[in-house]
Structures are given as structure tokens and as C-alpha cells.
């Protein structure tokens, strides 16, 4: 896939809606567009405002990629915040972050997860809201592209008055949902009225080298030691 026929041929902010509560589906496309930058030796920034970032999904997309699985992985910075403030402060710190690795993608997941909180009141979230496309909007047009993941739908008034007022600052909106009858992945963009498919594949199916990989990559955090294994021919 040819991340600039997703993200566009300028830099922006493009938001990816999903139609589940956890945009599984939206989440996957983002994956595919990080992989890419990764295996070309970029780095990519990920704020994770919904806590379901889960690096590992990228080993069988880099594994398709690139040579260098781990060189790829350590080119992915992951942030979090806990609270709605912690998440603006991720955000603040971007600009500097970005400058220090000459990143050109920002992924931005669960921006609205945050203002879904009660004890916050209407009129701060839009403020904080406002504060945080502000930056995000000044980093599009330094050349980084920001790409927002957040779902399509919610009964919250709140959460669909700020999802509109996002897509209204997006340079594209891209609806994400699967193609009825297939395991392809039908993305619309809403602006500019085209389609494109994409052939989906579970993440959590992973081959046996991309296994053993993975079992690589944690056995020196759990004190585990990678057997080689050999499959002999009877």
C-alpha cells in the first residue's frame, strides 16, 4: 500500500473514523501506514489517549517490510496519557519531540476518549479541545502528517459536537468499515468523494517465524531464553 494514496500528497491532519467503540478496524489501516514509514526509517509518534496500542501487531506487517524488525520497533514512540490534562501535555509536547527526530507522522488515537469524563466540564474540554487541534494544526503545516483515529457514532452529544468540529479542521475524513461479504477493508474519504479497498488481514494470526520473533523480543524482559527451533524433514 502506498501510504500517500491514505494520508494524501500533502502534509495534514487527516481523521480516521471507525465504526466500533474500540475502532479495531480504523486502528488496523493506522497500523499499516506506520509500518511503512517504520520500514523506511522514519520515526512515528503515537499518543495513545485510549490505552489499545499494542506494538506487537506491527511484527507481521514489518516482517513484509523490512529486515530489521527490532530497528523498526525502537523508531516507534508511544505516549500516554491518563488523564484528560496528561493527554493535553503529550500533545504540548510534540512539537519539540517531532523536531528532535524529523518525524512526518503523528498518530493520534483516542483524542476524545478523555473528554468523556464527567468531572469535566463542557466549556474546559472545548477549551482543551481547541488547545490541542491548535497544535496539532501547527505541526500539518511544518510537513508532519497528523493522523487521527476516533470513533464514527456515540449517544454523547459532547463527543459528536467535538468529532464534528474535528473533521471540520481535517484536511480528509476517512470513513473505515468492512466491506460487506469480505474480509477487505472499504476506506471512503468524505472530502474528496473517492474509495479505496484494502485486503484485511488478523493481526492475532501470526506465522510461526513472527512467533518465534515476538518470543524474542520479550524473552529478555521476562528472563526467557529463545530456543532455535529446527523442523526436520522426515
Known sequence: MDIMQVLGPNSG???FKGSSRRCQLARSVAEVCVSEMLAR???????????????????????????????????MLVSRGFTL??????????????????????????????????LIRKRESRAIL????????????QGVNILIIERNKSRDTRHTESLEYIQRRCLE?????????????????????SEMVL???DHSQLTLQESLFRLKLEAPNK???AKKLEVKNA
Do not use: Y
Open 85 to 118: 490534562h496528561q493527554f493535553l501535555q503529550q500533545i504540548e509536547r510534540l512539537p519539540n519531540e517531532v523536531a528532535l527526530t524529523n518525524s512526518s507522522l503523528v498518530v493520534i488515537d483516542g483524542i476524545l476518549q478523555m473528554h468523556a469524563d464527567e
Open 41 to 75: 526509517q522514519e520515526f512515528v509518534h503515537w499518543v495513545d489517549g485510549a490505552c489499545r496500542i499494542d506494538p506487537s501487531r506491527l511484527i507481521p506487517l514489518l516482517s513484509k517490510r523490512s529486515d530489521d524488525i527490532r530497528g523498526c520497533l525502537s523508531r
Open 13 to 15: 491532519m487527516t481523521l
Open 173 to 193: 475524513s476517512v470513513n473505515i468499515s468492512r466491506k460487506p461479504r469480505t474480509q477487505s477493508v472499504l476506506l471512503r474519504f468524505e472530502k474528496s468523494g
Open 130 to 141: 481547541n488547545r490541542s487541534v491548535q497544535i496539532l494544526e501547527s505541526l500539518s503545516k
Open 223 to 225: 528472563g526467557l531464553k
Open 199 to 201: 485486503e484485511n488481514r
